[in-house]
């Protein structure tokens, strides 16, 4: 399905471009440079981590396109890059204003999606998950410059390709390819073993959007907020069952997230919170009145929360502008002649309890007290004896930032960063891993 929307998008696109004026193409190359002190075992890498183009114009009256393509980050030279679709989408600008998206495309969530040039790595103290392929219809709009809504629908039946890495021993999601995915019809656990029975393979779907509002937009002073929710079928079901066969299986998530963005003048702070929780599916695990002595099936408790503040400021540049469509102060307005640049502070802090902790960190430690397995159509978490409610993962850490807009096609990035995991069991805290090192990025708009 994603790739016969994909060409024909494709098709749209080489139609509409004889008939109507209006085509714009844009983009960005990326090369960045990665130099970790810690884990001191890691290689220093140069590398090309992006390679994007935008394709977007008018398809009719009140019609536009938008496709997106993109390379993903290459490590390793040997491995071919492949082109991603992140988004392909046509819109339909109503008479009264609303943009109607049909596509490739997800509505708006946090502020942690919006476009900002300041950060390499923007994932410390957001809680991010697999959204599936997201083929659907959202919807955007914004009231007098004031208050903006994005809400839609998408389908997440597969894995998707992540366009990113990671240095730290935590695993990113990255499958070759997608794969169909079913429900869990049952899940039974005897003697230490897990036989699961899979259902017809279904349609999986997301619901989320946004709400954010400009609370104050004078010329030297912006304040912003913004409030998102999704509720969203895991990507892949998970079962997890213990040493005395207690089994708890995982089919959705409900995620929330909260944020505020002040700008005065030449100074900006932005501040989040986020929260998500999974849903232990009733009809495909053990009961609780089933629950022994000395169990635990991940029954309660298995969310994550956290939340990151960050102080940019400019050393040369005109100030700080917000988007009234995302309630976000994340424009730089540069000096005439001179550019802008910008030095940043990124505090950020993740815990993530029972079944979150293990669907975050996987098989990444020999420590944990779990194995964590991926199977054909779901995967399965085999939990050690004893564990009991205090198992956590926690995540935090800082990042130092300073960026030069030479001018709006050419910057340059640099970025500092030192991050810990950390697990907790039997109410005891260790660290499991330290990363540090150094970032830089130079990129090329067009």
Known sequence: MKNLLSLAMMGLTVIAFPVHANHKISGSIRLDVQAP?????????LFLSRGRIDIKGDLAPDWTYKVRLDSPAMLNPTISPIALLPVAKVTWHTPDSISLNFGLDTPNYSQADTENQTYIDRSLGVLDDSIGNKLGINANHVFNKTFGYSFGVWRCVARPDIADHSFSAVPL??????????????AVATGQTLAVTLGKITNRFA?????????ANTPVFKWGAGIGLQSLDVIVPTSV???????????????????????YKRLCVNTAAHYFNYARDHAVSSPLSALTSGSNGFQHKNYAMSGYIEILGLLVGEKYDIDPSVGVVNKVIYAPNAGALEIALRVGAERYHNFAAANFVKNAFSSVPYTYTKNIGYNAVALAAGIDDSFAVGYSGYTIHATYYMNKNILFKTECYDNKTHLRTASNWTTLETEQGLRLRSEFNF
């Open 37 to 45: 002190f810690q884990p001191d075992s890691l290689p220093i890498n």
């Open 173 to 186: 999601e990255n499958d070759d390819g997608s794969i169909e995915v079913a429900d869990v019809d049952s």
């Open 207 to 215: 619901i989320g959007g946004r709400l954010n509002y400009v609370l």
């Open 241 to 263: 069952y213990d040493p005395n066969n207690f089994v708890s299986t995982f089919n959705k998530r409900i995620a929330l997230t909260g944020d505020t963005s002040f700008g």
